[in-house]
């Protein structure tokens, strides 16, 4: 587990996100004082209203198109938003988050020379024909399609840490994550987890989109976020690109099956167009991981994993239907 001697001063952009609240979780554990920066796009302030009063956390409501100026040690940039739904509702704000916002973060972090972290995403590699995906390859990504805005935007902040790693010999860190899940995800937010969840305990048709054979590898939250940490902690000799994920692969119709029985639902699958690029396959080579993050794997298997999302949603949605 990190350790520090010290408190650092820690910025997570994005803190008030699925992913970012959790993260911001852990830092506060650690000891550390965390500023969360978020502009509450896809975020919301119930994911860290447990620390609002907490001494070592602050708020601030900031879109990282935008400068920022703040003293901190290290940089998690996690603001973007990550579900189709949500980075194509408005695609050039995606690029501006990803590229303005790498930008803007990478020049903080110049500034007051802090490590900075960027959360990237399998889906640099596009739909990919190499399987499973290690870091070496450099994927096949549509320039013009719908998906372009978020993957050819988190392949520019690549290219833009790489750049300052080089030019301005910045200590940078970069994962490249594979599809997440657990308790805070977006009720609404369009993925299949939270959708197949969410369509169960409501008794509604589970949407398969296209046949249903494409896969996916799904890693649960706390495995992901202990990686993030570990990936901080590395020398400055591990700027990444690194895979965090679960190689566990899964088919959508799958996941479905296994979450009507989870749940103990009577939703019937209904078919429904397959979105366009959608990525056939994806599973992650986490050799890399395993060996510069002190022997990390994820802990978490699909069904435990699933349980604790599932009594997530239930509690979600019994107080939605309360309130
Ligand atoms: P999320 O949508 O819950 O979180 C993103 C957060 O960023 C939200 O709180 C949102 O309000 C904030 N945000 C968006 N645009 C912003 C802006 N311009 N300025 C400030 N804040 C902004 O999604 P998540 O799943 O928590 O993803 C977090 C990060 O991890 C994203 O960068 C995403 O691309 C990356 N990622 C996530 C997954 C996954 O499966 N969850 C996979 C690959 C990569
Ligand atoms: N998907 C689905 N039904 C849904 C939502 C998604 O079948 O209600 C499929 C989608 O087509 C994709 C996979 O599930 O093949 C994962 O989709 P998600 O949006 O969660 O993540 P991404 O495609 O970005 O990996």
Not at 39 to 62: A, Q, S, Y
Not at 66 to 79: C, G, M, S, T
Not at 90 to 97: A, G, I, R, S, Y
Request: include cysteine; glycine fraction near 8%; charge should be negative.
């Amino acid at each position: 587990m990190r350790q520090y001697n010290a408190s650092k001063k820690v910025l997570v952009t994005g803190g008030a996100g699925f992913l970012g609240s959790h993260l911001c979780d852990r830092l506060i554990e650690q000891g550390h004082d965390v500023l969360c920066v978020d502009n509450f796009f896809t975020g919301t302030k119930r994911n860290i209203e447990h620390l609002l009063d907490h001494p070592r956390f602050e708020l601030m409501r900031h879109d990282v198109t935008f400068p920022l100026y703040v003293e901190v040690d290290e940089i998690f940039n996690l603001a973007c938003p990550a579900s189709p739904i949500h980075y194509q509702h408005d695609p050039v704000q995606t690029t501006k988050t990803s590229v303005h916002g790498a930008i803007n973060m990478l020049g903080l972090a110049k500034r007051v020379r802090a490590k900075i972290l960027q959360a990237s995403t399998s889906e640099v590699y596009g739909d990919p024909e190499i399987h499973p995906q290690v870091e070496a390859y450099w994927g096949r990504v549509n320039p013009i399609g719908i998906r372009s805005c978020y993957d050819e935007g988190k392949r520019c902040a690549e290219t833009l840490f790489f750049d300052y790693y080089r030019q301005h010999k910045l200590r940078i860190k970069v994962v490249r994550i594979f599809n997440t899940y657990g308790p805070r995800m977006h009720m609404n937010d369009g993925r299949v987890v939270s959708n197949f969840i969410v369509q169960a305990l409501k008794g509604e048709d589970i949407t398969i989109y296209g046949d249903g054979q494409q896969t996916r590898s799904f890693c649960y939250v706390d495995d992901l976020v202990e990686a993030m940490l570990r990936m901080m902690d590395t020398g400055d000799e591990v700027p990444g690109p690194i895979n965090i994920g679960n190689p566990g692969e899964f088919s959508m119709l799958e996941l479905a099956n296994k979450v009507i029985e989870l749940t103990g639902s009577k939703s019937q699958l209904m078919r429904m167009p397959l979105p366009a690029d959608d990525p056939k396959q994806r599973r992650p080579d986490i050799t890399l991981a395993r060996q510069e993050l002190g022997g990390w794997e994820p802990k978490t298997q699909l069904e435990e994993g699933l349980k604790k999302t599932i009594a997530y949603f239930d509690k979600a949605l019994s107080e939605t239907t309360a309130g």
